[in-house]
């Protein structure tokens, strides 16, 4: 059956008066997709402006506009862990002018909230971007030089050490908990509502340990205040050479590296999700791009357009981890 003919039997069975509107709004719409983006874009954030995530989508933010000749918005729109921004995005037209700057909330809330509005599949993967990993540090006070020092204390006092994290289902506490079970440690976890504050009780003295992201620990590292006892990461950073990654000291069952990237809303049409893949992988490229990355110690992803598959890698994890109901608070 050719296209008249296929168009010929939708009128019959729709109804002229639909059928003609719809033909009457195709071109507009394919003439919408072709000029993408032809308007402002907006990037919903989840954050805080002024944390990681915030500055990490600011940059490529700047890279697109910069490409586009538009204005790229990144409305801050946080609370829920993600979810009100993510369903910021949702509720959107699926056109491409309204984009998701995600994180794990996007795979571990609909996993661990019976009542969340939305699932992983409401959403499409476009392209990751830099983010920068945690590092586990202590006061400059503390007695423990490396993390196996730390690891034997908390074995031989059960309950005596404390460790803060910021937000159930948060890097920072998914790698603390898995951390804690692994090495068999039984540790005062305190929550906060976020970083900032227990950076200051752990330079108080008042917390002994932390996962803590690389950008809020090195200045404090650096000053002589804290001590890096690991690194979170799949690799060595350049900027602590000297420091073993968790792995390296036996426990990579507990890396969670934090990862953040580009949503589009499900339904958005393929030729816009085309240009802004396109388009993210060309600003990752950009050397002064790459350099503000540098700058805040993010890990640039080797593949930005590998995130789909990233993406389904972590809900697969994290569905078997949930499951087994090893991590507190979770279930």
């Keep these: 059956m050719n296209s008249f003919d296929q168009m010929r039997r939708r009128l019959l069975v729709t109804g002229a008066a639909g059928a003609l509107a719809s033909?009457?709004?195709?071109?507009?719409?394919?003439?919408?997709?072709?000029?993408?983006p032809d308007k402002p874009v907006r990037i919903v954030l989840p954050y805080l402006t002024s944390g990681p995530n915030g500055i990490a989508t600011r940059i490529l933010a700047d890279g697109l506009a910069q490409?586009?000749?538009?204005?790229?918005?990144?409305?801050?729109?946080?609370?829920?862990?993600?979810?009100?921004?993510?369903?910021?995005?949702?509720?959107?037209?699926a056109d491409g002018y309204t984009l998701l700057s995600?994180?794990?909330?996007?795979?571990?809330?609909?996993?661990?909230?019976?009542?969340?509005?939305?699932?992983?599949?409401?959403?499409?993967?476009?392209?990751?971007f830099g983010a920068p990993p945690n590092v586990i540090v202590v006061n400059r006070d503390a007695p423990w030089q490396t993390l196996d020092d730390l690891i034997r204390d908390g074995r031989r006092q059960p309950g005596k050490?404390?460790?803060?994290?910021?937000?159930?289902?948060?890097?920072?506490?998914l790698?603390?908990?898995?951390?804690?079970?692994?090495?068999?440690?039984?540790?005062?976890?305190?929550?906060?509502?976020?970083?900032?504050?227990?950076?200051?009780?752990?330079?108080?003295?008042?917390?002994?340990?932390?996962?803590?992201s690389v950008q809020l620990a090195l200045p404090q590292v650096e000053a002589g205040r804290l001590r890096v006892l690991a690194t979170v990461s799949e690799r060595r950073l350049p900027e602590l050479q000297a420091v073993p990654t968790l792995g390296e000291a036996g426990y990579a069952g507990a890396v969670v590296t934090p990862w953040s990237g580009l949503f589009a809303a499900a339904g958005t049409?393929?030729?816009?999700?085309?240009?802004?893949?396109?388009?993210?992988?060309?600003?990752?490229?950009?050397?002064?791009i790459q350099r503000r990355y540098r700058q805040m110690y993010a890990e640039l992803p080797?593949?930005?357009?590998?995130?789909?598959?990233?993406?389904?890698?972590?809900e697969v994890r994290w569905k078997q981890i949930v499951a087994s109901r090893s991590i507190k608070d979770l279930v």
């Design 161 to 173: 050490l404390s460790s803060p994290h910021a937000g159930v289902g948060s890097s920072v506490h």
């Design 102 to 128: 995600g994180a794990m909330f996007v795979v571990l809330n609909p996993l661990i909230d019976p009542q969340a509005r939305y699932k992983t599949e409401d959403f499409i993967p476009v392209a990751s």
């Design 23 to 36: 033909l009457a709004g195709a071109p507009r719409q394919a003439q919408a997709v072709a000029a993408y």
């Design 67 to 93: 490409q586009w000749g538009q204005s790229v918005i990144v409305d801050s729109r946080p609370g829920a862990n993600g979810s009100i921004g993510a369903m910021a995005v949702k509720e959107a037209h």
């Design 269 to 288: 049409p393929a030729p816009v999700l085309e240009v802004l893949a396109r388009s993210a992988r060309k600003a990752l490229a950009d050397p002064d």
């Design 302 to 314: 080797v593949d930005p357009l590998g995130f789909p598959k990233l993406v389904s890698a972590e």
């Design 175 to 212: 790698g603390l908990s898995l951390f804690l079970q692994q090495a068999g440690i039984d540790a005062v976890v305190v929550p906060y509502k976020g970083s900032p504050p227990y950076v200051t009780d752990l330079l108080g003295g008042r917390l002994d340990f932390a996962f803590l």
